[in-house]
């Protein structure tokens, strides 16, 4: 009995298991309805190997190559729902990423212990199909004409069920080699990088501004403090169409009311992301460079070659530019090295020592504070700057709350809302609040903002405000696109007459039919605009 219970058991895993990248793909349990080619081809190598080693070995292959598959599938199926994006294995850096991201919602501990019990899974895994394809060769090799038999009664109904297969389940084949296709798919999208990456020399190299003699860059904004601040996770859901819009609207209008009364004036329209739910260096990248860097793998490539920057440009053309990223612990060499930024303020070194929040280690309005007071404060050069600001990033709970302008550099006021303090973990369960706590993230974030400048009294400041990228499917939902809002606001008019070909919308609130430009189309616009004489 307990022989034939073995063989069952057996059996099953070698029918089910091998299709499971195929039910990951499809998103439908109806990809179980197959017969997997792989543990036939195994069955029938096993029974034609007279050697024990080299079944062993073969078995042990077979188990690699299905578990391999079932992890990528599942990464893809992760990602495609979270990021809307094929995984790719050249960006296996993003799997450090939403590490990262799982532990600042579920804890440091948690997140170790859901990866280790993965890994104890996945070699379970491995030993498991390694011994059903042993056990099911053993319970036919003693009877040779069993063994043909039972292959060729197989065989048959393999056969059988590929001819009644698309009455039976309309639309799906009755076999599949589930596991070999999602490996395969893995490498096409591994090999499409890399011939993405052969092109990139040439765009590299092509670039009008390349050689202009910094004299002749941005003069239209000679004198003028600029700002580059990315509001994280900030896309068009947020302003657009969603259960949560309504409030983020309504905060637009109410700091575009206290901007007007403050002599500022404001354009907007939507950009397209590379990227989409994360992974916001790529578009900080694009942005910056007039280069379309969708892959961690081309990002990499560029930020060691010579492609002209913003930042550059600016610091060609004589302003002191800063890179303010909250989010980063660590010294960013290409900050200097390729971005050009004379100073890099990150988490270690703007005295901030309170609370964290989320994946968020400093409150936007302290980043704020602290880059007013140390940057735009009293006499001092034309200041060119890129912030990333952080408050709005995912879990998007708890949140800090907004304080008096004047304690803002005071660490030790930060506390979270009452209503909104509640840990990641309490609000992700629950789709609703996760989106609720997205729709407040971003208000906090353009709340900063509105503080910041109605406190800063700089006439010369001009601020580009936009979203690095749409916020992750459980906020956004599947299918939606890459859209993210772009602003600029200025108290000088002749800002908005260099850009009067843009054509984008007064306010803060671009709407529907607003201009939309690839994000990799701005630098080149942006340079066009204020640098006349190039």
Not at 208 to 234: H, I, Q, W
Not at 249 to 260: F, I, K, N
Not at 473 to 500: C, E, L, M, W, Y
């Amino acid at each position: 009995m307990r022989g034939r219970i073995s063989l069952v058991i057996a059996v099953v895993l070698l029918v089910a298991v091998p299709l499971v990248p195929g039910v990951l793909a499809d998103g439908s349990p109806a990809a179980l309805i197959r017969l997997p080619v792989e543990s036939i081809v195994v069955l029938l190598l096993l029974a034609v190997l007279p050697w024990r080693a080299a079944r062993v070995m073969v078995a042990v292959a077979f188990g690699l190559l299905v578990v391999a598959a079932v992890v990528l599938a599942g990464i893809d199926a992760g990602f495609e729902s979270v990021l809307d994006t094929h995984f790719d294995p050249l960006d296996w850096q993003r799997l450090g990423d939403a590490f990262g991201v799982v532990q600042d919602s579920i804890g440091a501990p948690a997140a170790t212990a859901v990866v280790a019990v993965l890994a104890v899974v996945a070699v379970g895994a491995v030993v498991a199909l390694s011994w059903a394809a042993l056990r099911v060769d053993a319970a036919v090799r003693p009877d040779r004409g069993r063994g043909t038999m039972v292959a060729s009664t197989v065989t048959a109904a393999w056969v059988l069920a590929a001819l009644i297969g698309s009455v039976v389940v309309p639309g799906q084949p009755a076999a599949a080699a589930a596991s070999v296709g999602a490996i395969t798919a893995t490498a096409s999208r591994a090999s499409a990088g890399i011939a993405a990456q052969a092109d990139l020399s040439h765009e590299i190299a092509t670039d009008p501004y390349r050689n202009m003699p910094g004299s002749d860059l941005l003069t239209s904004l000679k004198g003028k403090d600029v700002v580059f601040a990315f509001v994280e996770s900030y896309g068009q859901v947020a302003v657009q169409g969603t259960g949560f819009s309504g409030g983020v609207d309504r905060e637009l209008h109410e700091g575009e009311s206290q901007l007007a009364a403050d002599g500022y004036s404001s354009q907007s329209a939507f950009l397209t992301s590379p990227t989409f739910g994360g992974l916001s260096w790529l578009a900080h990248s694009t942005l910056q460079t007039g280069l379309w860097i969708d892959q961690q793998p081309v990002y990499s490539k560029v930020i060691r070659s010579d492609r002209l920057t913003l930042s550059q440009a600016f610091r060609n053309a004589g302003w002191r530019t800063v890179s303010d990223v909250p989010s980063d612990t660590e010294p960013w060499r290409f900050g200097t090295s390729f971005y050009h930024f004379d100073t890099l303020y990150n988490a270690k070194n703007v005295g901030y020592q309170g609370p964290t929040f989320g994946y968020a280690r400093i409150p936007d309005q302290y980043t704020w504070k602290y880059f007013a007071d140390h940057e735009l404060a009293g006499p001092h050069q034309p200041v060119m700057a890129e912030i990333d600001l952080v408050s709005s990033h995912t879990p998007w709970a708890p949140l800090p709350k907004l304080v008096p302008w004047s304690q803002a550099g005071d660490d030790s006021v930060y506390d979270p809302q009452p209503a909104q303090g509640q840990p990641a973990s309490a609000v992700w369960p629950d789709p609703t609040k996760v989106q609720q706590a997205y729709g407040q993230s971003i208000q906090y974030s353009l709340g900063a903002m509105f503080s910041f400048l109605h406190n800063s009294d700089d006439p010369n400041l001009v601020l580009v405000v936009l979203g690095d990228h749409q916020p992750s499917t459980i906020v956004s939902g599947q299918g939606a696109n890459h859209q993210v809002p772009i602003s600029i606001i200025s108290k000088d008019q002749a800002v908005f007459r260099s850009i009067a070909g843009w054509d984008w919308h007064d306010g803060l609130l671009p709407a529907s039919d607003a201009p939309l430009w690839p994000m990799s189309s701005f630098r080149d616009r942006f340079l066009a605009a204020f640098s006349p004489n190039g």
